[in-house]
């Protein structure tokens, strides 16, 4: 409580000397770092001291005292979280045995959290495929910078599963974070168990050739050598350009 009373009187001081609220939440983050009060809450009080107010502290309210917010369990909330992003507000306030409101102004208002929904990507990589993926692509530039035609001449290609769409929703998705932390990724698809295998080939134009496994088909040497001789088959007509080249 202290912590907040002085990041209070802070920005105080900054309306006193014409500073903007946002070059005022920036010096509280410098230097209070993840007890930095939230924005929301950084505003309301600059505005309300812009408007007049003189203290810093909360005024009485009527009713009965909330005893919710106590730093046991704001520490509960924290560790929860962090240990789980997706716990709903309802499930945080059954583990911890307060109401739904008190959970709510711990997260959003005493440590500055919000639930951001995770940002779409192909497919998340390990340390060795990222590695990996880094070497070829600078051989990739490497070769292209001394010859101009060689991205041109490469075919590649590669399988996929395809499955029946069962995506989360944004909501599902989302997760609490604190204010300085980067959103969250989710894969573009959560599978389903109907799937079907598709094996593309490709260059710098587009699409050469595209075709899913038939089913009941095994992926072995004689399907694939079949894969590769419609591939053959596919080029002049879709990349006659490729074919005269003689790539």
Not at 76 to 85: F, G, M, P, S, Y
Not at 92 to 108: D, M, P
Not at 203 to 210: A, D, E, T
């Amino acid at each position: 409580m202290e912590n907040i009373v002085e990041q209070r009187v802070c920005l105080k001081f900054c309306v006193s000397n014409d500073i903007s609220c946002g070059e005022s939440l920036k010096m509280l983050r410098k230097i209070y770092g993840e007890s930095c009060i939230s924005k929301t809450r950084a505003y309301e009080w600059y505005k309300a001291f812009k408007e007049g107010r003189e203290v810093v502290v909360d005024l009485p309210r009527s009713g009965r005292p909330s005893t919710a917010t106590t730093k046991e369990n704001i520490d509960k909330i924290k560790k929860l979280v962090l240990e789980n992003r997706r716990m709903s507000l309802r499930e945080l306030a059954s583990e911890v045995n307060i109401s739904f409101k008190s959970v709510h102004n711990i997260l959003i208002d005493i440590l500055g959290m919000k639930r951001v929904a995770a940002r779409l990507v192909p497919k998340e990589l390990n340390f060795v495929q990222r590695a990996q993926r880094k070497h070829v692509a600078e051989d990739m530039v490497s070769r292209a910078s001394t010859d101009p035609t060689f991205i041109k001449r490469i075919i590649t290609g590669d399988e996929t599963w395809v499955y029946e769409y069962d995506m989360q929703t944004s909501q599902q998705s989302s997760e609490w974070r604190l204010e300085n932390e980067p959103k969250p990724k989710k894969p573009r698809q959560s599978r389903s168990k109907i799937k079907v295998m598709l094996t593309v080939f490709f260059y710098y134009r587009g699409v050469v050739h595209s075709e899913f496994l038939p089913k009941g088909e095994t992926v072995n040497k004689e399907y694939y050598l079949g894969v590769m001789k419609r591939l053959r088959e596919s080029i002049p007509r879709k990349s006659p350009d490729l074919w005269q080249h003689n790539s």
